[in-house]
Nanobody
Framework: QVQLEESGGGSVQAGGSLTLSCSASNYTYRPFCMGWFRQAPGKGREGVASISRGNGVTDYADSVKGRSSISMDKPKNTVSLQVDSLKPEDSGIYYC????????????????WGQGTQVTVSS
């Protein structure tokens, strides 16, 4: 069991930046992989970025590569996602996800999910 709580969503103008944070708590085993996924209205959920607690290896979706950064604060068990040069197509509900074991990556199955935080990018 892992409890995840996201924060940092909101409304942003296109071209702006946003930082999302996710805190993990109430776990028996500390999450090894953590990631961010998003879902736009009428679309399926897609991976945005993930990070490994073990070696810090990251994985980014092509849609955000080069303008986003995921980081992990190990002592605090938090993961943050910064996205720059925001576009309207970045809008959606952003979900934090975690997995106890690796390997990590956006193509892996994540067992634990947060409630999500809304991001709206206006043009």
């Amino acid at each position: 069991q892992v409890q995840l709580e996201e924060s940092g969503g909101g409304s942003v103008q296109a071209g702006g930046s946003l930082t999302l944070s996710c805190s993990a708590s109430n776990y028996t085993y500390r999450p090894f992989c953590m990631g961010w996924f998003r879902q736009a209205p009428g679309k399926g959920r897609e991976g945005v970025a993930s990070i490994s607690r073990g070696n810090g290896v990251t994985d980014y979706a092509d849609s955000v590569k080069g303008r986003s950064s995921i980081s992990m604060d190990k002592p605090k068990n938090t993961v943050s996602l910064q996205v720059d040069s925001l576009k309207p197509e970045d809008s959606g509900i952003y979900y934090c996800a975690a997995q106890i074991i690796g390997p990590c990556g956006l193509d892996r199955i994540y067992s634990y999910w947060g409630q999500g935080t809304q991001v709206t990018v206006s043009s």
